[in-house]
Structure formats: structure tokens, C-alpha cells
């Protein structure tokens, strides 16, 4: 059973200096807390309803944190690894009292990574909360352990996130048009965002940006949820249809692309929300560069390239409708991969928490390897 409880939190956020022109006025803004702890229990933005409503559910079991990561509840490859890794301190406490805790551990593992193939991040949060487990004593201890590392891990997500804003800040032109993708921000994150957040630390240097926004169909994520984000915080952008893209480019509006990433082959390759791969090829055609924003938790050091990169192919009802509203003729054959691989010759720089990695990345992502 999920719970709704209460609405988001206002609080004021800091002056944007935007261009010459200084905005005087504290912008009030909303603190975005997608991922939170109280009372005992998980509770998550329902990112379905944004922006028309601002609902959290309470999530108490491990089973409830799995469906709502794969009814898309919570999204993004960060968000989705914090909140798993908070599914399993509930697993644990769930197997509190029987003999066999490690076995429901593991079984409560597989559910989660199960829920959404194609972010590494997911399997990656299992994997550390698995290993902290196997040294724990009982599921007591499991329990109190798992909790406080998901807490540390929603925390440092927030702080790799400030760090990456800034790294990429400093690489990309101080004026012009950024384009990004589908939602990279607090909401996809523990906090603060990946390439939004990049975006984010841009203005609070005063760059002169226009930043521009794709819709991001089928499930809409730029036109919801990052449009919603920018306009919390009085940041200027344009939100565009996806296939304005290239006409874009091309009239000499745009003058970087920054997106985020689900899982980053060892080379380079990257995978991300579907779209982002024609968006490079453009970016290329028009000599522009193309930025990919990530935590290393997101590079699959295991993975030689993009080929081996599961992408998740979601519910055809996404693309047969626009939000509620039927689009396409009843039962027509729908294709909805939800990501798609940017080969690694196609992206200038990736940029890290721990650093910013050129080409060749094969060897110089392995250099930022902790
Ligand atoms: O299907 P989604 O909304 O989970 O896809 C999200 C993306 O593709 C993001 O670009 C990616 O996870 C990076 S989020 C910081």
C-alpha cells in the first residue's frame, strides 16, 4: 500500500545575476526533495503528477520502493540508485526476525534491479548495500547500517553533484544557448542535478545563457519536470519540440549541448534518454560541442562499449497518447525504446564529480576511478 502525505517545502533561494541586469529580489523558490526519510519510511515526489500536483508517497516495504521505481514514481539514474539503496535497508528490516535474512536480502536485490534494466546506477546501489550486509551480524544490524549509508549516499549524491555543476561550469562558454534533455536536475538526483546542474551553477556564476529545453516525448520529462525546476528557481529558458533540434543548431541558436547519462561503457559510450543520440549527431554536423554530465557511480567500468547496454523498451501507451489524451489510432504497432547509446567519438567531454575525462575515455575515465 502506498501512502500520499504533504506537499513540497518553500524556502528562499539565492539572487541570480542574469546578463548585466542584476534581479534584486530573492526569487522565492521550492527546495526540491525528491528522495526523503521520514517517520520510519521512504518517501518519494510523485514525479507522474509533476507539475500539476506536488504529492509525496510513503513507501514502507522494499516491494513498494521496486514498483515505484518502475512505474517511474522516482526517475533518473542517480534518484533511482539512492532510492533502491533505501529499498534494501527496508528489505532488511523486513527480514528482521527470520533465520534465513541474508536469502530475503538477496532475493529483495534482484527485485530492485530488476524494475529498470538500462541505469547502472540501480544494480550498483544493490551491489553496496549487498556487500555492507554480508558484514553485518544479523538483520538488526543490517538494517541500521543500510539505512545510515543510503542516508550518506543521498548526501554525497547532493555534494558530487555541486562539485560536477562547478567542474562543468568552467568548461562550457560563459554566454549563448545550452540545450539539454529530457530532466538531469534535483529531480533525476539525491539533489541539485547532473548536466541541470551544470546549468544551475552556470547562473549562479552570472553567465549569460539561454537555456533550451526539449519536451522529451514520450513521457515528457523537459516539458514537466525540468521546465518546472527552471521556473522554481527564475532561470530563463525556452522549452522546444524535440525536432527543433536541428533548426536550432543550424540558425546558430545553440552553442553547447549538456545531457546526463544512465550507464557509461568503459570507452566512453553513453547511454541516455532516447533522443540524445541524434542530438550528438547534430551537435557534430553543426560543429558544436557536446557535453554528457555524470557521477562515476553512472560508468560501468565492466562494460567494454554501448553494444552490451540493455535499453529498456517502455509501455506502448506512452507513445499512443499525450498525457491522457489518445494521439494515435487504437492498437497501432508501437516501438518506445526509452534510451538510446551517443558513441564516445561523438561527445567532447564527460564530466565527473571527480574530474572532467577528454577522448581518449577508455583510458581516461580509468584515471578518475577512485
Ligand atoms: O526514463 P528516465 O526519466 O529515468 O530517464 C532519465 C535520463 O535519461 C536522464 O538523462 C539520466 O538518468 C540522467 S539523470 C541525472
Same mark, same amino acid.
Given at each position: 500500500?502506498?501512502?500520499?502525505?504533504?506537499?513540497?517545502?518553500?524556502?528562499?533561494?539565492?539572487?541570480?545575476?542574469?546578463?548585466?541586469?542584476l534581479?534584486?529580489e530573492?526569487?522565492?523558490?521550492?527546495?526540491?526533495?525528491?528522495?526523503?526519510?521520514?517517520?520510519?519510511?521512504?518517501?518519494?515526489?510523485?514525479?507522474?503528477?509533476?507539475p500539476?500536483?506536488?504529492v509525496?508517497?510513503?513507501?514502507?516495504?522494499?516491494?513498494?520502493?521496486?514498483?515505484?521505481?518502475?512505474?517511474?514514481?522516482?526517475?533518473?539514474?542517480?534518484?533511482?540508485?539512492?532510492t533502491a539503496?533505501?529499498?534494501?535497508?527496508?528489505?532488511?528490516?523486513?527480514?528482521?526476525?527470520?533465520?534465513? @535474512?541474508?536469502?530475503?536480502l538477496? *532475493?529483495?536485490?534482484n527485485? +530492485?534491479k530488476? !524494475? =529498470?534494466? $538500462?541505469a547502472?546506477? &540501480?544494480?550498483?546501489?544493490?551491489?553496496q548495500?549487498?556487500?555492507?550486509?554480508?558484514?553485518?551480524?544479523?538483520?538488526?544490524?543490517?538494517?541500521?547500517?543500510?539505512?545510515r549509508?543510503a542516508?550518506?549516499?543521498?548526501?554525497?549524491?547532493?555534494?558530487?553533484?555541486?562539485?560536477?555543476?562547478?567542474?562543468?561550469?568552467?568548461?562550457?562558454?560563459?554566454?549563448?544557448?545550452?540545450?539539454?534533455?529530457?530532466?538531469?536536475?534535483?529531480?533525476?538526483?539525491?539533489?541539485y542535478?547532473?548536466?541541470?546542474?551544470?546549468?544551475?551553477?552556470g547562473f549562479?556564476?552570472?553567465?549569460? @545563457?539561454?537555456?533550451?529545453?526539449? *519536451?522529451?516525448?514520450?513521457? +515528457?520529462?523537459? !516539458? =514537466?519536470? $525540468?521546465?518546472?525546476? &527552471?521556473?522554481?528557481?527564475?532561470?530563463?529558458?525556452?522549452?522546444?519540440?524535440?525536432?527543433?533540434?536541428g533548426?536550432?543548431?543550424?540558425?546558430?541558436?545553440?552553442?553547447?549541448?549538456?545531457v546526463g547519462?544512465d550507464?557509461?561503457?568503459?570507452?566512453?559510450?553513453?547511454?541516455?534518454?532516447?533522443?540524445?543520440?541524434?542530438?550528438?549527431?547534430?551537435a557534430?554536423?553543426h560543429?558544436?560541442?557536446?557535453?554528457?554530465?555524470?557521477?562515476?557511480?553512472?560508468?560501468?567500468?565492466?562494460?567494454?562499449?554501448?553494444?552490451?547496454?540493455?535499453?529498456?523498451?517502455?509501455?506502448?501507451?506512452?507513445?499512443?497518447?499525450?498525457?491522457?489524451?489518445?494521439?494515435?489510432?487504437?492498437a497501432?504497432?508501437?516501438?518506445?525504446?526509452?534510451?538510446?547509446?551517443?558513441?564516445?567519438?561523438?561527445?567532447?567531454?564527460?564530466?565527473?564529480e571527480q574530474?572532467?575525462?577528454?577522448?581518449?575515455?577508455?583510458?581516461?575515465?580509468?584515471?578518475?576511478?577512485?
Amino acid at each position: 500500500m502506498i501512502w500520499q502525505v504533504g506537499i513540497v517545502q518553500a524556502c528562499l533561494a539565492p539572487v541570480y545575476c542574469i546578463g548585466k541586469t542584476l534581479c534584486l529580489e530573492a526569487l522565492l523558490m521550492t527546495q526540491i526533495e525528491p528522495i526523503r526519510w521520514r517517520n520510519d519510511a521512504l518517501e518519494l515526489l510523485d514525479q507522474r503528477l509533476l507539475p500539476g500536483q506536488e504529492v509525496y508517497l510513503r513507501l514502507a516495504t522494499c516491494l513498494e520502493v521496486a514498483q515505484a521505481i518502475g512505474q517511474m514514481v522516482v526517475r533518473g539514474a542517480p534518484a533511482i540508485g539512492i532510492t533502491a539503496a533505501f529499498g534494501m535497508a527496508l528489505a532488511a528490516r523486513e527480514a528482521g526476525g527470520s533465520l534465513h @535474512w541474508r536469502d530475503r536480502l538477496r *532475493e529483495a536485490g534482484n527485485v +530492485l534491479k530488476a !524494475a =529498470r534494466p $538500462t541505469a547502472v546506477n &540501480l544494480s550498483w546501489a544493490v551491489q553496496q548495500q549487498a556487500e555492507l550486509a554480508r558484514q553485518q551480524p544479523d538483520a538488526a544490524q543490517a538494517y541500521t547500517e543500510l539505512l545510515r549509508a543510503a542516508q550518506a549516499l543521498l548526501a554525497q549524491d547532493i555534494n558530487d553533484n555541486r562539485r560536477m555543476g562547478q567542474l562543468g561550469a568552467a568548461l562550457l562558454p560563459t554566454e549563448g544557448g545550452i540545450l539539454t534533455h529530457c530532466n538531469t536536475g534535483s529531480l533525476a538526483t539525491g539533489g541539485y542535478g547532473t548536466a541541470l546542474g551544470v546549468i544551475r551553477a552556470g547562473f549562479e556564476r552570472g553567465y549569460r @545563457w539561454q537555456v533550451y529545453v526539449d *519536451e522529451t516525448r514520450p513521457w +515528457l520529462q523537459g !516539458a =514537466r519536470l $525540468t521546465a518546472w525546476e &527552471l521556473q522554481q528557481e527564475g532561470i530563463p529558458f525556452q522549452l522546444n519540440v524535440d525536432s527543433a533540434a536541428g533548426h536550432l543548431m543550424a540558425t546558430g541558436k545553440i552553442q553547447a549541448v549538456i545531457v546526463g547519462a544512465d550507464r557509461i561503457a568503459a570507452n566512453g559510450d553513453t547511454a541516455n534518454k532516447i533522443g540524445t543520440y541524434s542530438l550528438a549527431v547534430l551537435a557534430h554536423y553543426h560543429h558544436i560541442p557536446f557535453y554528457v554530465a555524470a557521477p562515476l557511480s553512472t560508468v560501468d567500468f565492466a562494460l567494454a562499449n554501448g553494444a552490451g547496454i540493455v535499453i529498456e523498451e517502455r509501455d506502448e501507451q506512452e507513445v499512443r497518447r499525450c498525457g491522457a489524451q489518445e494521439i494515435a489510432p487504437t492498437a497501432v504497432a508501437v516501438r518506445n525504446p526509452a534510451f538510446d547509446v551517443t558513441p564516445a567519438a561523438l561527445i567532447t567531454a564527460i564530466i565527473t564529480e571527480q574530474g572532467v575525462a577528454h577522448g581518449p575515455f577508455a583510458e581516461n575515465l580509468a584515471k578518475l576511478r577512485p
